[in-house]
């Protein structure tokens, strides 16, 4: 079954399907406007305040005033807070390097070099993603001042106006959400997750009064299927959610995401629904409304019990996928206390923060990374320096822009690289200069021009990440030629040199990402999730024989997960623009990848929570005979996961489990320590522990035949 995604992408005329793909992703949706309004007004804020001044670095300024705003208020405020640490570690760090360096360019050009891979290798290995950015923001774009021939007093002086901009910069920024969140209250992540909740419920619901759903339905389902849930995901890792909040909000999100496309696929069929079925589907609509309810009062989904119905096969296609899908929502937060009490905290951890991520001497991904960073943004700078055309600078800003928001690579990342520098650069940029620039002669009528350019941009860059890249390409060209000095500017010089400069930087970073170690994304995303099902396959171990700091281990564990997890779903939509020979079968793979990654979320959140037994941690101690049960059947679970993984790979799987008999085991233990009289607290303890293994054997076992029903699709 192809989802209504895919079909539109190969079956429609390329001309076609891009008018239909640029609808969709420039349709309006509940809050993109408000969003907007935040992101143009803090960039028009910081360039007004930077052309009256006449401080140096506006283009930049504005452009980080641009991308800085997060999907919460307490996000930004944490954002902000760190600006400190990130512009005067920066600060100091160029100075003392540029001038230790300073009248030996042997020595200049190592310390550059060096630079730049300690940038992109702190943007990936430092759990503050956003203080690694900031050091990094003020090191590119104060290069090649130490390059230039001006007194050194001069370039200490406009390294300091880069990290005073930048940092008013992010506090106009931080102001500006505080302004917008008294005007918009309420939770965007929880809002958005509702919206698609009740487009679905509204669909059900016109199926059960026994009528087909109007078009106007069909169309916002539709909307909600292409669109995904991407800007759900950059809402989780762009603000300060805690760890446990994080976790079950991811999982509910890929549910939920996995019942929207179920749903809008069945909107696209022709179909007769008998009574009995129009009972069911009315049933789902109400647990639906139900779990909507609950969450829109940040309570507990509450469970609901099955009227047996969903064992039977069903008259309408594809309402026992959505029953499912729904049924696992709740069992999700099962155990859980409010959701209010997890959702937000400064560090977005349970945990005291740390420096690194776990992995951050073990993964060599992270130095491969660096090291493809380092390459492209080194060899813009030595090219621009053998040319002594230093106005090519913007090459290595580029660059580290273009790391700062890719996730794998893609042709469709290169497309929207050079189509957002083309419409940017030379369409808005030059034809500015020429047809509107030199009839403009005050601030005001430039702040309107500034605005008709960043309010488009700001609309793009909160389309999906399918988009959204082109939006920040469309700012960057046009802030560097118009904002990099303190007048209107007209020379065409400037332009093209700032245009070939980023078309430079751009195709560096192809060199060195698409073509040097470079993999399909199909590819990628097919070993990603293998590694998820493997690492979720050691999780399940957990804690393992004689682990001195199990906590510790779990948590390291659990992020990997998390981000494997996130990875799979980018290298998902990076899948549908890579084009060749074999895209039928690696759309076939996506689509199996994609339908069984939301069951993994649910399985790892479920894990989490069993782990507390595991641990016999306060208030989840178990009596010694249900707690070797438990351990039994975690082994039992984790073998057959390293089995599904072994499949995957084409590789036999090494034993076969039979995960009921380990599962009755547990149950039988959970009997045998419950008669007569209990304890409630006790009971309560033990029949929680039983209802969570029973989900998780039951996602296994499910997971585990969709694998082997699909086995092709998959190795």
Known sequence: MATLEESIQVSSHPLLWLRKFLREELAPYDGRAFLVARL???????????MTFRTPYGAYAALFALTLSRESLGATAAAVRTLAIGFVFAGAYILFGALLAVGEPMWRLLWVIATLFTIFYAMRVLTNYAAAGRFGYIAVITLPLWDSHVQ????????????????????????????????RPGDDLIDSIA????????????????????EAAKA????????????LRRMLHGTGYARHYGEQMGAIVALVGRAVD?????????????????????????????IRADLARGTVPRPTESSGEGDTGAGVPLL??????????????????????????????????????????????????????????????IIYNALAWPELSTAVTTCLLTALTTIGASRQKQILRLAGALVGGVLVGIGAQVYILPHLDSIAEFTVLFLAVTIPAAWIITSSPRLSYCGVQIAIAFYLINLQEFKMQTSLEVARDRVIGIVLGLSMMWLA???????????????????????????????????????????SLRETISSQLDQV??????????????????????????????????????????????????????????????????????RTMDSIADRMEGKVPKLQVNLEESRNRLEQAISACSPGEREPPHAERLQTLASLSRTAVGLISSFDRECDIERNEIT
């Not at 909107?267 to 079925?277: F, N």
């Open 569 to 638: 779903r980018s290298q998902a939509d990076a899948v549908l623009f890579e084009f060749g020979s074999s895209r039928q079968q690696a759309l076939a793979l996506r689509l199996r990848i994609v339908s069984c990654s939301p069951q993994l979320r649910t399985l790892f959140v479920i894990r989490t929570a069993l782990l507390k037994y595991r641990l016999r941690l306060p208030g989840f101690e178990l009596p010694d005979i249900v707690g070797m049960a438990q351990q039994q059947l975690d082994e039992q679970m984790a």
């Open 40 to 50: 143009a007004t803090a960039a028009t804020l910081v360039m007004i305040i930077s």
């Open 513 to 555: 990402f698409d073509r040097l170690w470079g993999v399909p994304a199909v590819a990628g995303m097919k070993k990603t999730f293998i590694s998820a099902v493997r690492s979720l396959a050691q999780f399940l171990r957990e804690p393992s024989p004689g682990e001195l700091q199990p906590m510790e281990r779990s948590y």
């Open 320 to 381: 026992s996928e959505i029953e499912k899908t729904v049924s696992l929502i709740p069992a999700v937060c099962t155990g859980s206390q409010s959701l209010g009490t997890y959702a937000y905290s400064p560090s977005g951890n349970s945990r005291l923060p740390t420096l690194f991520v776990p992995d951050a001497l073990s993964n060599t991904e992270h130095v491969r990374f660096a090291l493809r960073g380092c390459l492209a943004a080194s060899l813009c700078y």
């Open 152 to 183: 050194t007093e001069l370039k200490v002086e406009n390294t300091l106006w880069a990290v005073f901009i930048v940092t008013v910069s992010s506090i106009i920024t931080f102001l500006v959400e505080l302004v917008f969140k008294d005007l």
């Open 195 to 214: 919206e698609r909740l009740a487009s679905i419920e509204k669909l059900l619901t016109s199926y059960a009064d026994g009528h087909a759903p109007d």
């Open 220 to 231: 916002t389902i539709t909307r909600l299927a292409v669109t995904g849930t991407s800007r």
């Open 262 to 290: 179920l749903a809008a696929n069945l909107a696209t069929l022709s179909i007769e629904i008998e009574e009995r079925d129009r009972k069911r589907i009315r049933n789902v609509a109400e647990r639906i409304a139900t």
